[in-house]
């Protein structure tokens, strides 16, 4: 089983529609976990961090399971502005390794 | 006002040569990282350092060596490159080892 795994997709969501992504991950110990956005020929930036209790920045909520291990984004009234790739990180406390899942892309069309 | 950034943005270069790849951060970061992302888009740590010490050294060929000047600066030395090391490289830098990083804009590297 991979460390981090995540659909590749594409999800292919009209705007104004409510999309949600999960990524499952392998070490129970893991502690600190991330989501990115990278748009084509860029850098990952920083979206948001995922606290156990959840957490929400506008649009985007960001959920922790660790019962089940995985993590989630939700996005709802999608826009066009949202079309990229979103990866997941996690990172095992005591190793200092952030480890990247593959992405999920998204396409939102008109 | 750039956060995370490198230079060169686009490398090419022939087989066998050596090159390097320079970082520099004005966050105040303890902690920067360099990782390579693959023609798939897969994104893995290569290395990292806090406070200019290396504390992840990922399976990666002896070929690349990073150095740390100070804490602002990380940069990538490849010897004899391969067909195999083109990628996109990112250097990142955090306040804490392992939260991933803000990225820089990353250098393209082809070898022909």
């Known amino acids: 089983r991979k460390e981090v795994e995540q659909d590749p997709g594409p999800f292919n969501v009209p705007e104004g529609a409510t999309v949600a992504f999960n990524c499952t991950y392998s070490?129970?110990?893991?502690?600190?976990f991330f989501w990115y956005r990278q748009d084509c020929r860029k850098e990952p930036k920083l979206l948001m961090s995922?606290?156990?209790s959840g957490n929400e920045d506008g649009r985007f909520t960001a959920q922790l399971n660790r019962a089940s291990q995985y993590i989630s984004l939700l996005i709802r009234d999608s826009k066009l502005s949202d079309s990229a790739t979103y990866l997941c990180?996690?990172?095992?406390?005591?190793?200092?390794?952030?480890?990247f899942g593959r992405g999920t892309s998204l396409i939102v069309h008109p | 006002d750039t956060a995370v950034s490198q230079t060169p943005k686009y490398l090419v270069t022939q087989m066998g040569n050596d090159k390097s790849i320079k970082c520099e951060q004005n966050?105040?970061?303890?902690?920067m990282y360099w990782y390579k992302q693959d023609s798939k888009k897969f994104l893995k740590i290569m290395f990292s350092?806090?406070?200019?010490?290396?504390?992840i050294n990922e399976t990666v060929p002896n070929r690349f060596s990073p150095k740390s000047p100070d804490k602002a600066h990380l940069n990538l030395h490849i010897n004899s490159l391969e067909l195999g090391d083109s990628a996109v490289y990112f250097c990142?830098?955090?306040?804490?080892?392992?939260?991933?990083?803000?990225f820089g804009p990353g250098t393209r590297l082809t070898v022909l």
């Open positions: 990142a830098s955090s306040q804490d080892p392992g939260t991933g990083g803000f």
């Open positions: 070490n129970s110990a893991s502690q600190s």
């Open positions: 995922v606290y156990s």
């Open positions: 990180v996690v990172n095992t406390g005591g190793s200092y390794i952030p480890t």
């Open positions: 966050l105040g970061h303890d902690t």
């Open positions: 350092y806090n406070n200019k010490e290396l504390i």
